[in-house]
């Protein structure tokens, strides 16, 4: 990381951050499902909210977001909603530390995730030992199982 960054819980507050990546995920990596996406736009934002007790944000110093790691639990299992990181601040290792806080909160248990098969987060996922757990549509599927002291 190149600059100092931290760890905070999500607050209410932190909505309009939340939506303002995730719409601009969706007009970057999938434009044909941004119609959708705007038509269920009720349907996230009580995502988003449900999540926030399952969200932590990555602040620089100055307490400005950089980005977010977003889950639902689900007993001894995890899913990754969403990792956002500004394009500003991408390939400085915030994806890497969001990833690593989701997968501390959520250890032990098992963790999964889909991601677009245009993204290159996939690559984080790969890297941290996400294995490939098959297809859904254009989304690629990956799992990990954490132990009580996951070093990943």
Not at 30 to 57: K, M, Q, Y
Not at 82 to 88: E, K
Not at 125 to 147: H, Q, S
Request: aromatic share 8%; net charge neutral.
């Amino acid at each position: 990381m190149t600059a100092p960054a931290r760890l905070r819980p999500a607050e209410t507050g932190d909505l309009p951050f939340i939506f303002r990546q995730e719409r601009g995920y969706m007009e970057t990596i999938e434009p044909a499902a941004l119609p959708g996406w705007l038509a269920a736009l009720d349907r996230n934002l009580e995502l988003w909210i449900s999540c926030l007790p399952h969200t932590v944000f990555c602040v620089d110093a100055a307490g400005q977001p950089l980005g977010f790691a977003m889950w639902l639990p689900d007993g001894d299992a995890a899913t990754l909603v969403s990792i956002q990181v500004l394009a500003s601040h991408r390939r400085q290792g915030l994806g890497r530390l969001l990833l690593k806080a989701f997968e501390e909160r959520v250890s032990p248990g098992a963790v999964k995730l889909g991601v677009h098969k245009s993204n290159p987060a996939r690559m984080l996922y790969e890297a941290a030992g996400y294995d490939a757990a098959g297809r859904d549509g254009d989304y690629l599927l990956f799992g990990k199982t954490l132990g009580a002291a996951s070093a990943s």
